[in-house]
């Protein structure tokens, strides 16, 4: 079924120029738009958003760092390493499962959504589910690969915000250090110096 499914999206690339170039670019640099929208929000936002940017952070790097655990403990090969498949992009031939990619974007969203910031959560959430059906098409994961991710995604980001106040010095920390540097945007007010 899984292999069935790879076979149905995959089979789609090479076909269409269009969708190949937005896949391609959805698959290699979405993580540059996340980091854009995170730089805005940072930014822009106040300081309840800049503690938002940071518990992302944290939850994105927690995510890699379980999905390196779970590529060193069960090491499933590529589809383009056991099967023929129309490969758009070139890849190293590591662990498939789960995906990096999905697994940074989908943490990044349910980060933010989380944390209540709705419709910069859904807009994210939708560009993570693309990243992740992109990475299918590419050739580079199953679907059960994109699956994994946003499963490991949805539990890490759960912990961290259940266990926000333990790990509240943390941004506290970083927002403070901004905050004491000159010259640099700052939106805060008196209400946005409370806990978060």
Same mark, same amino acid.
């Given at each position: #079924? ?6 149905? *999206? ?6 269409? !120029?269009?969708?190949?170039?937005? #896949?391609?670019? #959805? ?17 822009a936002?106040? &300081?309840?958003?800049?503690y938002?940017v940071?518990?992302?952070?944290i ?6 760092? *379980?999905? #390196?655990?779970?590529?060193? *403990? ?15 992009l &070139?890849h ?5 499962? !789960? ?8 943490? /990044?969203?349910?980060?933010?959504l989380?944390r ?9 959430t939708?560009?993570?589910?693309? @990243?992740?059906f ?24 759960? @912990?961290?915000?259940q ?8 941004p506290?920390? /970083?927002?403070?250090i901004y905050?004491r540097? !000159?010259?640099?945007?700052k ?10």
């Amino acid at each position: #079924m899984n292999y069935s499914l790879f076979q149905s *999206i995959n089979n789609l690339a090479g076909h269409h !120029p269009f969708w190949d170039k937005l #896949m391609v670019f #959805m698959s290699k640099e979405a993580f540059i738009i996340f980091a854009f929208i995170l730089l805005i929000m940072w930014f822009a936002g106040k &300081q309840r958003t800049k503690y938002t940017v940071v518990y992302a952070a944290i939850t994105t790097v927690i995510g890699l760092v *379980i999905n #390196m655990v779970i590529g060193h *403990i069960y090491d499933e090969p590529r589809p383009f390493v056991t099967h023929k498949v129309h490969l758009l992009l &070139q890849h190293a031939k590591d662990a498939s499962f !789960p995906s990096d990619h999905a697994t940074g974007t989908f943490s /990044i969203a349910f980060a933010v959504l989380l944390r209540k910031h709705l419709k910069t959560g859904l807009f994210m959430t939708l560009l993570a589910v693309l @990243v992740g059906f992109s990475r299918v098409y590419v050739g580079h994961h199953y679907p059960m690969d994109v699956v994994g991710s946003i499963i490991v995604s949805l539990v890490v980001s759960i @912990v961290v915000y259940q266990l926000r106040g333990l790990l509240q010095p943390i941004p506290r920390l /970083i927002v403070g250090i901004y905050n004491r540097i !000159p010259l640099v945007p700052k939106n805060t007010s008196r209400d946005e110096r409370a806990n978060y």
